[in-house]
């Protein structure tokens, strides 16, 4: 008989706080705008706000941005975990993600895709091939990946520098 994987519960903690209030709270759509603090005991705190085209300001970030900051940052720390674990020397990593969200005429909406475009550099260049087969296992790892209900791939490109 197999035995049972342990599990371990990890808690987290954030802070959201609404400093978009002109004076007048919601009265109206157009009488507040969407920004806030994200914060966390011992963290900086991020500004945000909804995405412009939902009246947010474009220089904090949104919450669709965070998640697919979020998915792209997983990835690639489960990523860098497997190389060390396997002796592949990684000295650069950057990953140009993309996502797509739909909305219907309600106001809801869901992302439907999320694609990660991980460019690696490796010092071996006989380590390219394991390098980039570590990307699938890196995507199983990780814990943003596993938890959202829409498909998140990867196409990856490793070279050696």
Not at 73 to 93: F, S
Request: with cysteine.
């Amino acid at each position: 008989m197999a035995t049972m994987p342990r599990l371990h519960t990890h808690t987290y903690a954030t802070t959201v706080t609404w400093t978009g209030n002109l004076g007048t709270g919601t009265s109206g759509y157009r009488d507040y705008r969407r920004d806030h603090d994200v914060t966390a005991d011992g963290h900086p705190v991020i500004p945000g706000s909804s995405d412009p085209t939902f009246r947010g300001d474009p220089t904090r970030w949104n919450p669709e941005k965070l998640l697919l900051a979020a998915l792209s940052q997983c990835h690639m720390l489960a990523y860098l975990h497997l190389c060390a674990d396997n002796g592949i020397v990684v000295t650069d990593y950057v990953d140009h993600a993309s996502g797509t969200m739909t909305t219907d005429n309600t106001g809801s909406g869901r992302f439907t895709d999320v694609v990660l475009h991980p460019e690696v550099t490796v010092a071996d260049p006989d380590t390219v091939d394991a390098a980039t087969a570590l990307h699938d296992d890196a995507h199983h790892l990780c814990f943003i990946a596993n938890s959202v209900n829409f498909p998140v791939r990867h196409q990856p490109s490793t070279r050696t520098g």
